[in-house]
């Protein structure tokens, strides 16, 4: 495509994927607030889950309730509003006197993160050319790693063992981001294939007219109007449910289960906790430790960036979960080897993250937003999304308890209202070990069900699932 339409995709897609780093840096930024907020509420490990899982109930509800509303309203409506949530929640959260409204306002602040987590993949997916749609929706993924950064910075930034409410200034930072975004999307246009799914074929075509080369524009269209005249009499619901999108289904809801259970949010989410349990001394030096994961999270998805169109979809699928599955039983040896067995541990949870970055990280929210047809596609990819924090809510609200599960099978002594720091470190290691159990299940379920939709048409990928293609043969 013309170098020119290439840039403004490029500023469009940027602009967009600013959701991304609001998702990532308000997920992210919990992680460092927590030893701070633990002490000052004087919170069990127990309610610390509850507060950190309130957040994700808030992003399966924001989720939930948002599919349909996205392809009724509009792509670019809804990511205006999830941006308003953003800021205000931020502003609630740090402001919150009383655990109880922490709670809320974690809650509320999830429903923006439930709805950004889909409605920006699909405003990027539908705006991109295929050529160079997965790289454009993996930015979506970039900007959630330097989300994350962006927060392991602020918890490291503020972080101050003699000021107890040094977490509220950590949450006020969102603001930032979350303004930047509600200001771009009002400059931005709405996606050509949802304008067309509405009648509204001139502006849709003013739009590709923008974004993509004048010898494909025509076919564009034509493409999107075939797409639109097959679907327009199917419900929704009904159309998902139909047995020809059941492998849509199932794609959209595995993938997420496995980019979830091989544990990366408990990473996310606890990692200062985790090297505390490991030995590191002082919630300021394991924040600082965190710190790195954050920085190699954001140079391998960079690096997913340039890979992602070439090598497919596939491939980058095998060799990330393979390499995490490895990494996952080193992180659980690191908590049995004694001395350097906290190092080891480092190094092991780098290279986690590095095969998280480049493989599951992005193809997650990349795929979700590839294997639906238009009309369905809002629905569809919030399903996906909603499988996603679902799972995510699971995980992290049961880390701790497997931890003390196996701590108590093994005849250890759990205190009460007790600290990870105070499980047996073999028990959390562990719990890292079934992580590596369901990677390897990932492998299997993988050959079956994941699509190669690199350089293949979003129509292209509706006519298979109607023709009852199987998705490993897809683009065969």
């Known amino acids: 495509m013309k170098k020119s339409n290439k840039g403004v995709v490029v500023v469009i897609a940027s602009i967009a994927a600013t959701g991304g780093l609001l998702f990532g840096f308000d997920t992210g930024v919990i992680s460092g607030a927590i030893p701070f907020l633990q002490d000052y509420f004087e919170l069990s490990d127990s309610q610390i889950e509850t507060v950190t899982a309130l957040g994700l109930i808030g992003a399966v509800v924001g989720a939930l309730v948002t599919g349909q509303i996205t392809d009724i309203l509009g792509r670019k409506k809804v990511i205006l509003a999830s941006a308003f949530i953003f800021a205000t929640g931020a502003v609630w959260t740090g402001l919150a006197p009383t655990v109880n409204q922490l709670m809320i306002s974690r809650f509320y602040l999830g429903l923006a993160i439930g709805v950004s987590s889909f409605a920006v993949p699909l405003y990027i997916s539908e705006i991109s050319p295929t050529k160079i749609r997965g790289t454009l929706v993996s930015m979506f993924q970039l900007l959630i790693t330097v989300g994350i950064l962006a927060a392991y910075l602020s918890d490291n930034a503020f972080a101050d063992n003699n000021n107890l409410e040094c977490w509220r200034p950590m949450l006020w930072v969102g603001v930032v981001p979350a303004a930047i975004l509600f200001i771009g999307m009002f400059f931005l246009p709405e996606t050509p294939r949802w304008l ?162 480049i493989s599951l990280g992005p193809l997650g929210w990349l795929i979700i937003t590839e294997v639906f047809p238009t009309r369905v596609r809002g629905l569809g990819a919030s399903i996906g999304s909603l499988s996603n924090w679902g799972f995510n809510t699971l995980v992290v609200w049961t880390f701790y308890k497997m931890a003390s599960a196996i701590g108590s099978a093994k005849d250890v002594v759990v205190p009460e209202g007790q600290d990870l720091s105070d499980i047996c470190p073999s028990c959390v290691g562990s719990v890292f070990w079934i992580f590596a159990a369901v990677a390897l299940i990932g492998l299997v379920w993988g050959y079956f069900y994941i699509p190669e939709t690199k350089g293949v048409s979003l129509e292209k990928i509706e006519e298979h699932w109607r023709k009852g293609g199987k998705p490993r043969l897809l683009n065969k």
């Open 196 to 357: 067309m799914s509405k009648g509204r074929e001139e502006e849709s075509r003013k739009i590709l007219e923008r974004i993509e080369d004048e010898e494909f524009i025509e076919a564009s269209i034509a493409a999107m109007k075939s797409d639109i005249n097959i679907d327009k009499s199917q419900a929704g619901w009904r159309e998902l449910l139909k047995p020809w999108l059941r492998n849509a289904l199932i794609i959209a809801a595995g993938i997420m289960f496995f980019q979830q259970f091989v544990g990366i949010n408990t990473v996310i989410y606890y990692s200062p906790k985790i090297f505390l349990a490991a030995g590191f001394q002082g919630a300021e030096a394991a924040i600082a430790a965190s710190v790195i994961v954050g920085v190699v999270n954001v140079l391998f998805t960079i690096i997913s960036l340039f890979v992602i169109d070439r090598l497919g979809r596939r491939k980058l699928y095998f060799i990330g979960l393979s390499g995490i599955a490895v990494a996952l039983v080193c992180m659980g040896l690191g908590f049995m080897l004694p001395g350097a067995g906290k190092w080891f541990l480092v190094v092991s949870m780098l290279v986690y993250i590095a095969f998280f970055a």
